[in-house]
């Protein structure tokens, strides 16, 4: 079973349109990061949110960490076909040696022109 | 700066051949290694990571196995190859001591048994 479970799988949109993906588990996590993955290549690290309910903004992607430290969102405003690619969120738990991150799923953004 | 590397890109093997993959890191000492397996379009399921030369932690029962035989080298291997075997393996690297165990992944080895 996957600890963090991402929603959509799947998303389609067009270009300047916003998306929010969504991160959740019922376990709570020290940190939790976000990663974009084009194909055929290596995941891409975005951020790390460590601080319950922190914000980050990077350009026109905005990563929020719950009060909890359960679930994460990331936010895309105005979306262009740059930020087509699969992402994926992976946290550490608590009960787990800093090293040891778990992934989620994954969610599929495409962004048509 | 960091640089993480793996080879090859794309390997197709017949069932019942061995496998070695080979992943470098360079600009850092003593980093934490990690092999990773992705299905098609899919989160990341980790195989094997180490902690320092000879050090292996096995995450899943499998047919692959992975070592370290130098500080920034770390290697997966199989004696015999299975179907099920296919996939696109990660090779990540992560600070020692971070608190937050970033993963810097190489460009990923596409494997394919026929």
């Known amino acids: 079973t996957q600890l963090l479970e991402q929603s959509p799988q799947f998303l389609s949109i067009q270009e300047g349109e916003n998306l929010t993906v969504y991160c959740n588990s019922s376990?709570?996590?020290?940190?939790l990061q976000w990663y974009r993955q084009e194909p055929g290549e290596g995941p891409v690290l975005l951020v790390t949110?460590?601080?319950?309910?922190e914000v980050k903004k990077l350009k026109r992607l905005t990563f929020q960490f719950g009060d909890a430290r359960k679930d994460s969102s990331l936010h895309i405003t105005a979306a262009q076909p740059g930020d087509t690619g699969l992402y994926l969120c992976?946290?550490?738990?608590?009960?787990?040696?800093?090293?040891?991150?778990?992934f989620g799923a994954g969610t599929q953004v495409v962004v048509t022109p | 700066s960091q640089t993480i590397h793996q080879w090859p890109a794309t390997l197709v093997q017949p069932v019942g051949s061995p496998l070695s993959l080979e992943c470098t890191v360079e600009?850092?000492?003593?980093?934490?290694l990690y092999w990773y397996r992705q299905a098609a379009g899919r989160g990341l399921q980790l195989l094997f990571y180490?902690?320092?030369?000879?050090?292996i932690s096995s995450e899943v029962p499998q047919n692959l196995s992975a070592s370290r035989p130098q500080d920034r080298q770390f290697i997966l291997s199989s004696k015999k190859l299975l179907l099920s075997d296919s996939g696109f393996y990660l090779c990540?690297?992560?600070?020692?001591?971070?608190?937050?165990?970033?993963?810097?992944f190489g460009e990923g080895s596409r494997l394919t048994v026929l």
């Open positions: 990540a690297w992560s600070l020692t001591g971070g608190e937050t165990g970033e993963l810097f």
């Open positions: 180490s902690v320092g030369i000879g050090q």
């Open positions: 949110v460590v601080t319950g309910g």
């Open positions: 992976a946290g550490g738990l608590l009960t787990d040696s800093w090293g040891k991150l778990q």
């Open positions: 600009g850092t000492s003593n980093p934490n």
């Open positions: 376990s709570v996590f020290s940190s």
